[in-house]
């Protein structure tokens, strides 16, 4: 059974730092490409970031900058460092695993920037 766990979302002030983390089981990690999308209501969930299984990342060009995502293989684990938050980045953040036609969503975190 796959699972994707996201953890350490919450509530931060504008100008804060998250760092988010996705453990994943079920799958052979380290040929996934991992990736963080989120969404807001009403709104279609879009792409954060990704890294492929060799270490190539893409973001979104809002977050470019701010957030860096990584991964430690060894930990089956990805991970969405976020700095200089801004309220617009409130949102529930998905971690998303993906291998060819096999692709993989976490249950989300929520992420709130506000003072």
């Known amino acids: 059974q796959v699972q994707l766990a996201e953890s350490w979302g919450g509530l931060v002030q504008p100008g804060g730092s998250l760092r988010l983390s996705c453990a994943a089981s079920g799958i052979l990690f380290s040929i996934y490409t991992m990736g963080w999308y989120r969404q807001v209501p009403g709104k279609q969930r879009e792409l954060v970031a990704t890294i492929s299984r060799g270490g190539s990342t893409n973001y979104e060009d809002s977050v470019k900058g701010r957030f860096t995502i990584s991964r430690d293989n060894a930990k089956n684990t990805a991970y969405l460092q976020m700095n200089n938050l801004k309220p617009e980045d409130t949102a529930v953040y998905y971690c998303?695993?993906?291998?060819?036609?096999?692709?993989?969503w976490g249950q989300g975190t929520q992420v709130t920037v506000s003072s």
């Open positions: 998303n695993s993906n291998f060819g036609t096999r692709t993989y």
